[in-house]
Structures are given as structure tokens and as C-alpha cells.
């Protein structure tokens, strides 16, 4: 990895797991922020707490950090935080990762299950594990979602309520662009780690201003792209793009996934 440059799909607050992991490998780490939460605002609380109160879910998965840190800041805000963690505490509480673990247990819910395989497979796999047919489950998260996760548990045997807490869009943090942008267009990005579907779309949003597609898939042929998980690949592939997908599916996976390509 010396001498290499290596981007990542998110903001510099959101990367600093990655910049540690490439710097310590003697690689320089850009972070490129490529998308920005629009919150439902305090609409989603409240749709949350209908929901707990009329559904009386036995379940709630949190699929990301950012939905739990934005669901409990806006509970917060408008002082029905209590309230939330109890609808919460209330349900058995499955988080995908261990960041999103974190995130939970610093609002005071305790995480009973993370599945091994930190996605919407692994989600499903908890559930089977624990024999859940018939239960019914919450699921706050991001308006851009696929639809897998809801159609996963439903064939499991479950009730799925999913509550949109936030859409997203393409940055307009762009000042942090131009050294990536420069780079790119000497060749001289090594390789991207795509976190995401929307990061993918975005990304492409963002590049298309200063290059034409054709320009634009030529440099991204001379350079390695990393899908953190499946749905980032398939995206990449819309796009036209043929990615290395990393085994975890998490910033260290991708890292890994990337160091082990440039050792062959």
C-alpha cells in the first residue's frame, strides 16, 4: 500500500476509521463526501412512537449509526427522548454492526443480538436463528433503502413496519473534491471504496459535472474500485463498473479487500 492513494465515499468526520487504517499501511487516505442526510425532521419521531404504540413490535433493527444518532438527537430536540428509549428498550433491539451497536448503547439501549455478517443477510440470519416466525419487528432507517431487508424478513415470517427517517442527496461539500478531482485525472488514484448504493449514485452525480461519462469510466478503469457489500456492487455494475467486493462488509473489510489486491 506505500506510495498508493486510496479514496473512500464518505466525509472526513465519517472516515476517520479508514484515514487511520491507510495511513498506518503508508498510503494516502482522501475522503470524499458524497452524499447529505435530509431529515424527516420530528415527523419521525413521532411516526416512530405511532407505530411502537399501535404495532407493538417485538423487535427493532437498526441497519446504521447515522439513523440511531439522528433519531435520538431529534427525540432530544423536541423532549420526547424519554419516551423513545423506552419504545425502544422495549423491544428485543438487533443492531448491524458494531458501530451501530455503539451507537445504541451511548443512548442507553442495550443491543441483544449483532448478527457475524454485518448486513441485511446477517439481519436475516439472526432471525432465523431465533426461530422468529409470526413476530413483528421496526425498522427506522433510510428513505434511499433497498427493499431487500423488508422482503428478506417477510419470507422469514415476519411482520415488517419500516419507518423512513431521513432521504439523502449529493453533497455540496465539493471543496473537498479538487485534490481527488486533480488526482483522478492524472490516473493517480489507486483505488475507491464505495460504502454504499447512494454514495455510488452520488459519486457518479458529482464527477458528471466536470466529466463526460465516456472520460469519466475511462479513469475509473485505470484506477480499483471497492463495493463495501453486494448492494454497492450491484450498483457499481449499473454504472458500469467492475468492482472487488470486500468478504466484511465493513471500512476494515474494504481496507482489507484493497490491501490484499495491491499485495498479489
Known amino acids: 500500500m506505500k506510495g498508493k492513494v486510496v479514496a473512500i465515499t464518505r466525509s472526513k468526520e465519517d472516515s476517520e476509521e479508514f484515514t487511520r487504517l491507510v495511513s498506518s499501511a503508508k498510503a494516502k ?5 458524497t452524499i447529505e442526510l435530509v431529515s424527516k425532521g420530528k415527523e419521525m419521531v ?13 423487535y427493532s433493527v437498526f441497519m446504521s449509526s447515522k439513523a440511531v444518532k439522528l433519531l435520538f438527537e431529534t427525540a ?12 425502544v428498550a422495549n ?16 443512548e442507553g439501549i442495550r443491543v441483544s443480538h449483532v448478527p457475524e455478517r454485518f448486513s441485511s443477510v446477517g ?3 439472526v432471525f432465523t436463528l431465533l426461530n422468529a416466525e409470526g413476530k ?13 431487508l423488508a422482503q428478506l424478513l417477510k419470507k ?3 411482520k415488517v413496519k419500516e419507518v423512513y427517517l431521513y432521504d439523502v442527496k449529493s453533497s455540496s461539500a465539493l471543496s473537498y473534491w479538487t485534490e481527488f478531482k486533480k488526482l483522478f485525472s492524472q490516473n493517480k488514484v489507486d483505488g475507491i471504496i464505495f460504502t454504499s448504493a447512494s454514495s ?10 466536470d466529466v463526460d461519462e465516456k472520460t469519466l469510466k475511462s479513469h475509473l478503469e485505470k484506477t480499483t474500485s471497492i463495493a463495501i457489500g453486494p448492494f454497492t456492487a450491484d450498483e457499481l455494475k449499473k454504472f458500469g463498473v467492475k468492482p472487488l467486493t470486500a468478504d466484511v462488509h465493513t471500512v476494515q473489510g474494504a481496507v482489507e479487500a484493497i490491501k490484499n489486491y495491491f499485495a498479489r
Open 46 to 58: 413521532d411516526e416512530f412512537l405511532d407505530a411502537v404504540k399501535k404495532d407493538d413490535p417485538d
Open 200 to 209: 455510488v449514485r452520488a459519486f457518479f452525480d458529482i464527477m458528471s459535472s
Open 29 to 33: 487516505a482522501i475522503s470524499l463526501p
Open 136 to 148: 413483528k419487528v421496526i425498522v427506522p432507517r433510510s428513505g434511499a433503502s433497498t427493499p431487500f
Open 156 to 158: 422469514i415470517g415476519l
Open 123 to 125: 439481519v436475516g440470519e
Open 91 to 106: 423491544t428485543t433491539v438487533i443492531a448491524v454492526g458494531p458501530k451501530t451497536k455503539t451507537a445504541l448503547e451511548s
Open 76 to 87: 432530544k430536540k423536541i423532549s420526547k427522548y424519554e419516551k423513545l428509549q423506552l419504545a
